[in-house]
């Protein structure tokens, strides 16, 4: 049984910072990849952030230069490191894990508010 809790999410003015924080545990095998995604309501799912196993990253392009994503793998958690935030960037924020072998794994979502 896989699990992943996320951690961090919150009430934030514009310009502000918040640090997200996900951790992996159970049986899991060689990630290959950690990402969060953010879904606000009524908008589509998005790819915020991604980091590779050779640490190599993707940003969504309205993120780039505010966040910042992170990985430890001896203790498989993943921060997701926010600043300069927007109320553009309010949002349920997802964990994800894919292994080597394709498996997804996602967490709960945490919310994340940033007002005017």
């Known amino acids: 049984q896989v699990q992943l809790v996320e951690s961090g999410g919150g009430l934030v003015q514009a310009g502000g910072s918040l640090r997200l924080s996900c951790a992996a545990s159970g049986s899991i095998s060689f990630i290959k990849t950690m990402a969060w995604y953010r879904q606000a309501p009524g908008k589509q799912r998005e790819l915020v952030a991604r980091?590779?196993?050779?640490?190599?990253?993707n940003y969504l392009d309205s993120v780039k230069g505010r966040f910042t994503i992170s990985r430890n793998d001896a203790k498989s958690t993943v921060t997701l490191q926010m600043n300069s935030l927007q109320p553009e960037d309010t949002a349920v924020y997802y964990c994800n894990v894919m292994t080597i072998s394709n498996s997804n794994y996602w967490g709960q979502g945490t919310q994340v508010t940033v007002s005017s």
């Open positions: 980091i590779f196993n050779t640490r190599t990253t």
